[in-house]
């Protein structure tokens, strides 16, 4: 499933196959752990303000085992970022998120999500 369109990043474009991709292919986050800067910033609703790339594979498994699709809203690029908007269907319902990307060196540096946590939760986000 393409959620992102050709003129993203590569790095972004293999992140979202690897969202879209299943639990049964994600495991461990093996395929999604080099994507990541070891450092990585991640800031989030839920979760508060992480760094390093460890914690964040734990926490976006939930995601990835609940997410049915993505559907694109709108996908901006820079030229050492991206934010994308995006309809996230859930096993209660599509939940709206919207993320933003800071790349350097080829992987994800920074990344800031935003979403209305009640709505996610009551959709069946993890």
């Known amino acids: 499933?393409?959620?992102?369109?050709?003129?993203?990043?590569?790095?972004?474009?293999?992140?979202?196959?690897?969202?879209?991709g299943g639990i049964e292919n994600y495991g461990d986050g093996r395929d999604l752990a080099p994507l990541l800067a070891d450092d990585l910033h991640f800031e989030g609703p839920i979760a508060g303000q992480v760094t390093g790339s460890a914690p964040f594979l734990q926490g976006v498994r939930g995601f990835i085992a609940n997410v049915q699709k993505i559907d694109l809203i709108q996908e901006v690029h820079g030229p050492n970022g991206t934010a994308v908007l995006y309809?996230?269907?859930?096993?209660?319902?599509?939940?709206?998120?919207?993320?933003?990307?800071?790349?350097?060196?080829?992987?994800?540096?920074?990344?800031?999500?935003?979403?209305?946590?009640?709505?996610?939760l009551a959709k069946g986000g993890a």
């Open 1 to 20: 499933m393409t959620v992102v369109n050709d003129h993203a990043p590569a790095v972004l474009r293999e992140y979202y196959r690897i969202l879209t």
């Open 87 to 120: 309809d996230a269907h859930l096993p209660e319902g599509a939940s709206r998120l919207t993320e933003f990307f800071t790349f350097a060196e080829g992987k994800i540096q920074r990344l800031c999500i935003l979403y209305d946590p009640a709505d996610y």
